[in-house]
């Protein structure tokens, strides 16, 4: 009777451990270790070339500093407006896209002008999009002192279409919204396509860019985004085949010389593009401009032809400005 009763202790207590053994099996599986679970669902680090740069992600930002209105507003237009703790450069716009406007005219500006290395410093941001503008040389900021204070910067600095777009594909797989970057691009290039085509077989109008007036004209040359942006709107830059710097100065005979159709005159800041328009009738020479005479002017805001969203809005807008009858 205690042989029989011991044996079916013993075996009341196998069952016991195997059943204990079997919970703690599946907990395991079902909860992994933290560490186990979250190297498993990150996806990072994440490294990529920033125009030449290797720019490494370790964490998903969630301070963010957009330095020109232009990434400010690609961001926006992305749903990350929320990340964004401080802009610059707002000297440089005419202000937002009114789709964007509630939500941007809430962010705060860090710096009006450019941004200041103590203020980037102070700011307590962890990532930076920031305009090529702002970085390197002179006043700008220095990428690699930046990382030292935890702060990683991926520079825009696109000169092409594809470039920007590129640049937004990065922009989604940092914050984890690829499907929304990718949405956003599929509508650029839907709205590009449909200029394009609607302009096919259309005599090209020779356009002179008017960023400034002074002892010559500040233009964009052939290598200037601007420039591009023109070009695939239908137009043909009449120094496009400047290609040394972006950004040049031209004399008046010059400009004279080439006799264009169209003048693209760029606001921002002071002098206004109205402003300018009473330079330029004011002056001995470029008054006898045809396009002056005709006040065939298309005014256009600075930002839209820096690099970010608005490559589709910008192609249509130069686009009614330089075939008027099709739009």
Known sequence: ??????????????????SCATADETATATNPPASAAEGANSAYPMTFDNYGREVTVTAEPQRVLALGPNTAELLVALGLGGRIIG????????GPLPEFAAEYDTIPELNHASATREAVISSGADFIYGLDWEFGGG?????????GYGITAYINSAATIEQQYQEIRDIGKIFGIEDTAAAFIADQQARIAAVREKIAGQTVPNVLICDSIDAG??????????SLLLETAGGRNIFGDLNEKAWVTVSYEEVLAREPEVIVIFDYDSPTAKEKIAELKASEILSQLDAVKNERFVIITLESVLPGNRMAYVIELLSKGFYPGLF
């Open 1 to 18: 009777m205690k042989k029989a009763l011991s044996l079916l202790l013993a075996l009341a207590l196998a069952l016991s451990l195997a």
């Open 87 to 94: 802009t610059s450069l707002r000297n440089h716009s005419r």
């Open 139 to 147: 006043e700008g900021l220095d990428v690699d002192e930046l990382a």
């Open 217 to 226: 004209i500040f233009t964009a040359s052939g290598v200037n985004l601007a």
